[in-house]
């Protein structure tokens, strides 16, 4: 009887097996960005349809916010508050013009972010303009810390980088005298003449809020309590919301 043939398998070479292996990652990876692309393409703008009651209800705050602002400007002015920092925490939408500038000015385009500003002459007045939208005071050593600790971010080169090696805050800020997250802190927390630096350095802080948490008519949270002026009790947000 004859011996069945045996097939013979013809082996490739290494290289040419590492060549066919990096042009297949490299046709996928093109296959990829362009189907990327082509989402980015088709996709547009999507149409949003407004109820009726939404665009009264904007209308109606919008008019409720010139009415408020105008008797601000008739009010006399307040005294300067004696500390010169105040955590600001909370922004909504569908307002007046005047009312989103200003929080855009404070960097809030979020619900329940939060900023550190310098009280002044100017700034009491921006906030009396967003005070039914924000609530605002002044945190202390503590909450200053576990906000830029826990929560401390930067943006370089359009990319947001969480504030964990000291190297890059000497590399940004070592001109001005800030070379660590503490330097950091003290400068933010004593309004120090670089204080404007330090700050801008700083992302808005994104806060942590439930999910499934109660809130009034107006959208505010119930366990938070009052918006506007806090004083100290906004350490108590701070401690909620961080």
């Given amino acids: 009887m004859a011996e069945p043939e045996k097939k013979v398998i013809q082996l490739v070479p290494e290289h040419l097996l590492k060549k066919r292996k990096a042009y297949q990652a490299i046709k996928a990876t093109q296959a990829k960005l362009a ?15 407004k109820r009726l009651e939404d665009i009264l209800r904007e209308g109606h705050r919008a008019s409720r916010d010139e009415t408020r602002i105008g008797r601000f400007k008739q009010r006399p002015p307040h005294r300067a508050a004696p500390q010169e920092q105040a955590g600001l925490r909370r922004a909504i939408k569908g307002v007046s013009p005047k009312v989103r500038h200003v929080i855009q000015m404070f960097r809030l385009r979020k619900l329940f972010s939060g900023v550190f500003i310098k009280i002044n002459k100017s700034s009491l007045a921006m906030l009396k303009v967003v005070e039914p939208y924000v609530a605002w005071g002044f945190p202390n050593l503590k909450s200053v810390r576990e906000l830029i600790l826990k929560r401390g971010q930067t943006k370089i080169k359009k990319r947001r980088v969480a504030l964990t090696d000291n190297n890059l805050i000497e590399q940004h800020l070592g001109e001005h005298g800030i070379i660590c997250l503490e330097d950091l802190i003290h400068e ?10 330090a700050n801008n350095f700083l992302r808005p802080f994104s806060l942590s809020v439930a999910r499934h948490a109660a809130r009034d008519k107006g959208g505010v949270m119930k366990d938070l309590g009052a918006i506007g002026f806090r004083g100290a009790e906004v350490n108590k947000i701070v401690r909620q919301l961080n």
């Fill in 188 to 197: 933010v927390y004593s309004v120090g003449k670089n204080f404007r630096k």
């Fill in 35 to 49: 189907l990327l692309d082509k989402r980015k393409v088709s996709k547009g703008k999507p149409l949003r349809f």
